[in-house]
């Protein structure tokens, strides 16, 4: 679907993942502008990247509607939100309001102004069965971009992802500002798996989504990923660097496994191939011919060995917030 060079607006620019989609897409020739609300972060955003980086808070539909008649995008990637799950749970209202209205003032934009196509990031927390709110305020912002996918008009798509290392608040930056601070690593949850990718990977996701969006708009997509024991991560990193931890008190929403698929999903979806990687794609409630057979939880996911345990911990990526 997309042209090359595009012009791209990236809610939520300044994060991680942002930074990243900025410098990959513009270094492949398309104009890229980063948004969001924190006028410090759009500056470090738009040094780290090459790209420019305006003034954009999702809350505000006026927010919205000037940065893209001042962007006039082709395509927006809609990566803005509220995404720490304890968070959620303490500050409901603010996670709403981002993920939720801010998710719809972009929509309610983009068609307005005929933008080409809006491409949401998600969470495997969005799959059922979700735990908590930010897992459920993702899963209504699915819901809601593919339903008002229609042809002709804005196409709507959304990316499912697992954990990014090295993003922003996730466990291996917060484990290793505890080991500065404390000298200990203070762990809810060993017992807990989670699907685990690189940020390289996760732009990836992106950039097939958007080469591909004339078959999968109106749906999810995400790919096979695999998983680790959060102990398992631990006991490496100990092994080869000496760290202690210690296991404290949960967070309010947390579950013991994510589902890239759940099981109510599984009617829907879906897999395919693109650039030699198995993907899956969840068109909700759009039964499918020959439909996934079982759920994408990382307990049954391909296990990431020691080795790439250890290339996740010791391969820290620029651009972090």
């Not at 799950?85 to 998710?103: F, T, W």
């Not at 990014?164 to 203070?186: C, D, F, H, N, Q």
């Not at 096979?224 to 949960?250: C, F, N, P, Q």
Request: aromatic content about 6%; hydrophobic content about 40%; charged content about 20%.
């Amino acid at each position: 679907m997309m042209t090359t060079p595009a012009t791209i607006l990236v809610t939520g620019g300044t994060g991680f993942l942002g930074r990243h989609l900025g410098k990959r897409l513009k270094s492949e020739g398309n104009r890229v502008v980063l948004g969001a609300r924190n006028n410090k972060q759009n500056l470090e955003a738009s040094r780290f990247s090459g790209c420019d980086a305006i003034p954009l808070d999702v809350n505000s539909i006026e927010s919205v509607r000037d940065a893209v008649n001042s962007v006039r995008p082709d395509v927006i990637i809609h990566a803005a939100a509220t995404k720490f799950v304890d968070l959620a749970e303490r500050q409901p209202l603010e996670c709403v309001d981002v993920n939720v209205v801010g998710s719809q003032n972009v929509a309610r934009v983009a068609i307005d102004r005929g933008i080409q196509a809006v491409l949401g990031i998600s969470t495997d927390k969005a799959s059922p069965p979700v735990r908590n709110l930010y897992g459920l305020s993702k899963a209504t912002m699915e819901r809601v971009f593919c339903y008002l996918d229609r042809d002709p008009g804005t196409q709507f798509a959304c990316v499912r992802y697992g954990n990014v290392a090295w993003s922003t608040g996730s466990v291996l930056p917060l484990w290793t500002r505890m080991l500065k601070e404390k000298g200990v690593i203070g762990t809810t949850g060993p017992h807990m798996r989670r699907f685990f990718f690189t940020v390289n990977e996760a732009v990836q996701l992106v950039l097939t989504a958007l080469e591909n969006m004339a078959s999968i708009h109106g749906r999810v997509l995400g790919r096979e990923m695999k998983s680790a024991l959060i102990g398992d991560i631990l006991r490496v990193w100990r092994k080869h660097h000496g760290i202690r931890y210690e296991t404290i008190e949960g967070r309010p929403g947390e579950r013991l496994d994510e589902f890239l698929v759940g099981e109510q999903e599984l009617p829907f979806t879906e897999t395919c191939i693109y650039n030699g990687v198995t993907h899956f794609i969840i068109g909700f409630n759009r039964p499918v011919a020959s439909p996934l057979c079982q759920q994408l939880s990382s307990k049954n996911a391909p296990p990431l060995t020691e080795d790439e345990i250890l290339h996740l911990i010791e391969n820290q990526p620029p651009g972090m917030v």
